[in-house]
C-alpha cells in the first residue's frame, strides 16, 4: 500500500486560540498510554508576539496524522497537553508524570514557530542502562525553526530521537519499526537547530535512506567531537550494515561492548544479529554462533516476542519444527506487534500438514493483520533494498496468498527466486501458490526444484505426489509416497501421517490454504 503522507494538515485560516488550563487540570485530560505505544506529549506552545494562534494543536492534529494514523504499525501515540511549558526542567517533570517519551514545546512569533524536541521520561524503555536521560538529550535534543507549519512537520526528528531511545534500551524491533516509519514520510522538516552533536546525528538519522554516504559522514563528524558517546557508535553500525561494510560495523559493536554500560547490555548482541540477517548468515551458515547470540539476548530481554520469533525462524530454517514451533508459541503468547511470528506459525503449519491450524491462523492474520508487508519494509529500511533476507520474502509470498492473492504470490515467488535460486521456501510456497489455481504441473515443476535443494523434504514429496494425482501420473506419485514412507521415523507428527494419508486416499491436496 501506498501512504501519501506529504500532505498538509487541513486546518482553519483563522483559529481561535486554545485556553491552557492549570498543570493538575491539564495533566488530568491526558489519556493514559497504550500497550506497545510511546507517548509523544504536545504542549501549547507560548506566543512572544503576534496575534495568538492555537500552534499546539496544529502541530499535534499533524503529527497525530502522519506518526499514528497513517502509518499501520506505528508505535507512537500523541496527546495534547493544554498547557504551556517553558523550561526543560518542567517539561521532564510532566514527562516523568506520564510516562511521556518526548515532549514538544516551544514558542512562536509573528514570523516562526520555534519547536523543542525533548526526551521526556526514562520509564516507558525498561532496559535503559544509564541512570538519567543526559545521554539521549547530549546525542538527539533538537529545536526545530518552522516558518511554515502548516507545510512543515515535526514528525522526522521525533522519530529519529525514538531511535536514539531504542537504541539505548536495546530495543530491536522498535528500533526497525521507526526507521521504517521514517522511510514512509515525505514532508519538509524545517531548520534544524542543534548543538553540534544532536545536528550530526540527526542528520545521519534523517538521511540513511535517501543518502547513505551523507550520512556515513555525519556520524564520522558525529563520533570525531565525541569520542565516549556509545549511541553514535551504535548508530555508525546501523550505517555500515546499511552500506554493505560489514567489518566496519562488527568493529563499532566490539566498541560497544567496552564500555561499561553496555558489557552486559542487549544492544551490542542485537547489531550483531542484524549483521548476520544482513549476511543471511542467519538462515544458512554459522547456526550455532546464531543461537547463542539470541539465546544471550532472551536472557537479557526474556519479554521479546521478537527475539523469540527470531530464534525460532533459525529453527525453523534448519528442519528444527518442534523448537521452531515452541519459540513462535512463545512470541504469539507475548503479543507481537507485526505479522512475523503468525507468519511462521503457518509456515510450520504447511511444513506439517496441520490443516486445521492452517485455517485458524489464516483467518486470525486476515482478521487482525492489516499491513503483511511490514516486515520486509521494517528490514529493508535496516539493511538496505541491496540486501535480500528470507523472511521477508517468505513474508511478502505467504502474505499474498493469505489475501487469495496468488498469481501476484506466484509473480513474487519467480522474482525473488531469479534473485535467490537457493531459497527452498520460495519453491514450497510457490508450489502450494500453482495448486491453489490448479496449474498442477507448475506446482510440480516448483516442488521437484525444491527437491532438487533438499532431496529428502518430506513434505515436499507429499506435495509433489498430490500434485502428480491430479495429473494422472500414479507411477510418480507412488514415487514420492514410497519416498515419504522411508522418510517417516518416530519424530513425525500424528498430524502430518492424518495428512499423508489423506493426500493418498484423494481426501487432501497440494492446495492446503482455505
Not at 509573528?110 to 543526559?134: L, R
Not at 542487549?266 to 540477517?277: G, K, V
Not at 501420473?473 to 522418510?487: C, I, K, N, P, R
Request: charged letters at 20%; proline letters at 4%.
Amino acid at each position: 500500500a501506498v501512504l501519501l503522507l506529504n500532505r498538509p494538515v487541513d486546518v482553519p485560516a483563522t483559529p481561535a486560540a486554545s485556553a491552557s488550563v492549570d498543570l493538575e487540570t491539564a495533566l488530568a485530560s491526558v489519556p493514559p498510554v497504550q500497550d506497545g505505544k510511546f507517548l509523544v506529549l504536545v504542549a501549547d506552545f507560548e506566543r512572544l508576539e503576534g496575534e495568538t494562534r492555537d500552534i499546539g494543536r496544529f502541530i499535534a492534529e499533524d503529527l497525530h496524522d502522519r506518526l499514528q494514523e497513517l502509518i499501520p504499525f506505528s508505535s507512537i501515540q500523541v496527546e495534547r497537553l493544554p498547557y504551556i511549558i517553558t523550561e526543560g526542567t518542567e517539561a521532564h517533570e510532566i514527562a516523568d508524570r506520564l510516562g511521556a517519551a518526548i515532549v514538544v514545546w516551544g514558542n512562536y512569533d509573528v514570523q516562526d514557530v520555534i519547536a523543542s524536541i525533548y526526551p521526556g521520561s526514562i520509564t516507558p524503555f525498561q532496559h535503559y542502562p544509564f541512570d538519567d536521560i543526559d545521554l539521549i538529550e547530549q546525542t538527539s535534543e533538537v529545536r526545530i525553526i518552522l516558518d511554515n507549519f502548516h507545510l512543515q512537520s515535526l514528525a522526522q526528528p521525533i522519530l529519529a530521537q525514538m531511535v536514539a531511545f531504542h537504541l539505548a534500551d536495546g530495543d530491536g524491533y522498535n528500533l526497525v519499526r521507526a526507521l521504517a516509519m521514517l522511510d514512509l514520510l515525505d514532508v519538509a522538516t524545517g531548520q534544524l537547530d542543534a548543538a553540534d552533536i544532536p545536528l550530526q546525528f540527526q542528520t545521519a538519522i534523517l538521511q540513511l535512506n535517501s543518502d547513505s554516504q551523507a550520512s556515513w559522514e555525519a556520524i564520522n563528524v558525529a563520533i570525531e567531537l565525541d569520542s565516549t558517546n556509545p549511541l553514535l557508535y551504535a548508530v555508525r553500525a546501523l550505517i555500515a550494515l546499511h552500506l554493505g561494510n560489514f567489518d566496519a560495523a562488527t568493529e563499532d559493536i566490539n566498541t560497544l561492548m567496552r564500555f561499561p554500560d553496555l558489557s552486559e547490555h542487549p544492544l551490542p548482541d542485537y547489531l550483531t544479529l542484524f549483521s548476520y540477517i544482513a549476511q543471511d548468515w542467519f538462515f544458512h551458515e554459522n547456526e550455532a554462533q546464531t543461537l547463542a547470540v539470541l539465546d544471550r539476548l532472551i536472557q537479557l530481554r526474556s519479554d521479546d516476542w521478537y527475539l523469540y520469533t527470531l530464534r525460532g525462524i533459525v529453527h525453523y530454517s534448519h528442519g528444527q519444527l518442534d523448537a521452531a514451533q515452541q519459540d513462535i508459541d512463545m512470541a504469539i503468547g507475548l503479543s507481537p506487534q507485526d505479522g512475523l511470528a503468525h507468519i511462521y506459525q503457518i509456515m510450520i503449519a504447511l511444513q506439517t500438514g496441520r490443516q486445521s491450524d492452517i485455517q485458524e491462523w489464516t483467518a486470525f492474520v486476515l482478521e487482525h493483520l492489516t499491513d503483511t508487508a511490514a516486515v520486509e519494509r521494517t528490514l529493508t529500511t535496516l539493511l538496505g533494498s541491496h540486501v535480500g533476507n528470507t523472511f521477508s520474502e517468505v513474508s511478502e509470498v505467504l502474505g499474498q496468498m493469505l489475501l487469495g492473492r496468488y498469481s501476484q504470490a506466484i509473480q513474487t515467488a519467480e522474482a525473488d527466486l531469479t534473485q535467490d535460486p537457493d531459497e527452498l521456501d520460495l519453491y514450497f510456497l510457490l508450489g502450494i501458490a500453482q495448486c491453489q489455481i490448479q496449474d498442477y504441473t507448475a506446482a510440480e515443476a516448483a516442488f521437484t526444484a525444491g527437491l532438487e535443494l533438499s532431496p529428502n523434504h518430506i513434505m515436499l514429496h507429499t506435495l509433489r505426489g498430490a500434485a502428480r494425482l491430479q495429473l494422472d501420473d500414479s507411477q510418480g506419485a507412488d514415487e514420492d509416497f514410497v519416498t515419504v514412507q522411508s522418510l517417516v521415523d518416530d519424530t513425525v507428527s500424528e498430524a502430518f501421517r492424518e495428512f499423508l494419508t489423506a493426500v493418498q486416499d484423494g481426501t487432501a491436496g497440494c492446495d492446503l490454504l482455505p
